[in-house]
């Protein structure tokens, strides 16, 4: 939380454990998702919301939102939401969707493109389910979905996950239109935007970037007055707007009122990937996918017991003014009714199972494990060969250190090590804000550098391991337009620039001459790169 101070004593005990034994290459993987069945799980992907579309409809308006601005899909697009073009050629006739596609091969404008102007085109859409990540549902059980005539609409994991193959169209730095893709991260949608298309973008309060009782606040743009529970929606919406705070591409995911976004992750070959979250905070896939569902995608089960004994836990008085004051901004704002996600009673809030005290349907957990571990990688993208050979030679070199963290072979698991910000970010200099007690770490930030802020109240601490970064794929590095999962490097080839200093986040380089190899080995890596 923003500006924390003092001393926090935890209620109840964290997921303890020490550093998992095993690096790179051939370890087995002590996460191994439990798996469920696929087929299932491709539908709790696409469409499963456990019931959030009452958080998204009933306290953040976000279907009255895109109504009252008349959003078209030439407007979705440009913020990056992108079309299942299978669902929309089921919902409409045939001459409606040739219409569409003649103008989907012109400027758009509303002159050459009226259908694709027309917010009544949104809703159509919505209605059909074919806006990727967006599930509504037939709420009022009249056999039929019309978001007009009181339906509701959710979120799920596809949002942020899943792309089309931009077979139909594809707009430059914004949405496609083609047959969804699951697994791959979203690169181009305006997370910022959308939330505040949202009629009551007040009701994301926790993932605001807050004001703490003592003026200050932590986000990207540190100097910044910080919102309260007495901002305005404009006020929200300048902040969610504003790409310098809410970068594209981004998803602040962490409820802790400090502004850290942080680049969207892909998520196939779930079993090849070790612990869950930036930071590492979740050992098992299903434990990360339940704090999505449950605290996510319905911030109100923050103000739940177990919810509000989760943040007291890890943030002590200044978690508990949070959650105080996001409940007078849901009342403020007239939510009633909530929370809107409800799942099976954990015994103990802080629990990894159920974090904040609720687990939702745990086969449907485990049924989206097993989807997740089955979608392929992309295949990596070679234009040089000699340079990927050379890049290769760089990478396994002793000098270069990739290899004392990263696999070779990119069919082996990732290392399930948490990185100590120490190795990670030599110039870590946190100023501790607030202590814990063991096995969480205390509560520290580094002023004026965004890296850490993903680990400066939720972290792999709260599994007993240490403050710092957990090791990603490195598959579809090809797609990726920036690095570091606070964005701060634009290229791959910068990441490797000795320029960047010593201190700097991920310090690993090599000589300015040879960063183009070195990228050109990293994006042509995929799950048969040995």
Same mark, same amino acid.
């Given at each position: ?24 290459? %051939? ?164 997370? %910022? ?269 709260? *599994? ?14 090809? *797609? ?51």
């Amino acid at each position: 939380m923003g500006g924390v101070g003092g001393t926090v004593t935890p209620t109840g005990g964290a997921a303890g454990g020490t550093t998992p034994a095993g690096g790179a290459g %051939g370890a087995v993987n002590p996460n191994m998702p439990a798996l469920g069945d696929a087929t299932r799980g491709k539908d709790v992907f696409r469409m499963e919301t456990f019931g959030n579309e009452g958080f998204w409809t009933d306290a953040a308006k976000l279907p009255q939102g895109i109504v009252a601005a008349k959003v078209t899909p030439v407007m979705a697009l440009k913020t990056g939401m992108s079309v299942d073009s299978e669902a929309l050629a089921a919902a409409v006739p045939t001459a409606t969707l040739n219409a569409i596609v003649a103008e989907l091969k012109t400027d758009l404008s509303p002159t050459n493109a009226p259908i694709l102007n027309d917010p009544a085109t949104t809703l159509v859409l919505i209605n059909a389910n074919a806006v990727i990540g967006v599930a509504a549902k037939d709420s009022n059980a009249d056999g039929k979905i019309d978001v007009a005539s009181g339906d509701k609409v959710g979120v799920t994991c596809a949002f942020c996950h899943a792309i089309t193959d931009k077979s139909v169209f594809d707009l430059p730095a914004g949405g496609s239109i083609g047959k969804r893709v699951d697994g791959p991260a979203v690169h181009t949608v305006n997370v %910022g935007a959308t939330l505040a298309l949202a009629a009551n973008s007040r009701a994301f309060y926790p993932l605001l970037q807050l004001k703490a009782p003592d003026g200050s606040t932590i986000g990207r743009k540190p100097t910044a007055v910080g919102l309260t529970k007495l901002s305005s929606e404009a006020e929200v919406d300048a902040y969610l707007n504003d790409p310098a705070s809410y970068p594209v591409g981004m998803f602040d995911d962490t409820f802790d009122g400090n502004g850290n976004p942080m680049h969207n992750t892909p998520m196939f070959r779930a079993d090849l990937a070790a612990p869950w979250g930036s930071s590492g905070e979740f050992s098992k896939l299903d434990q990360f996918s339940n704090t999505v569902y449950t605290a996510l995608l319905d911030l109100t089960n923050l103000t739940t017991a177990g919810g509000q004994a989760f943040v007291h836990k890890v943030a002590g008085a200044a978690g508990d003014a949070m959650v105080a004051d996001y409940i007078a901004v849901l009342a403020d704002t007239g939510v009633t009714g909530y929370p809107f996600v409800k799942g099976a009673t954990m015994t103990q809030p802080g629990d990894p199972d159920g974090v904040l005290g609720i687990r939702v349907d745990s086969q449907k957990l485990l049924d989206l494990n097993a989807y997740l571990s089955a979608l392929p990688a992309p295949a990596g993208v070679v234009t040089d060969a000699a340079a990927v050979t050379r890049g290769r030679a760089l990478f396994v070199a002793t000098t270069s250190r990739c290899t004392e963290c990263h696999n070779t072979d990119q069919s082996q698991i990732v290392s399930p090590n948490i990185i100590p910000m120490s190795t990670i970010f030599p110039g870590d200099m946190p100023t501790v804000l607030a202590t814990r007690d063991a096995p969480l770490s205390p509560i520290e930030n580094t002023p004026g550098n965004t890296f850490d802020d993903k680990m400066i109240v939720i972290n792999a601490s709260l *599994r007993g391991l240490v403050r710092g970064s957990a090791l990603p794929l490195l598959f579809d590095l090809a *797609r990726k337009p920036v690095f570091l999962h606070d964005n701060s490097v634009p290229t791959l080839e910068a990441l490797f620039d000795p320029a960047r200093g010593a201190q700097a986040p991920h310090p690993f380089y090599v000589d300015t001459t040879m960063t183009g190899d070195l990228a050109a080995y990293m994006k042509s890596l995929d799950a048969t790169s040995k």
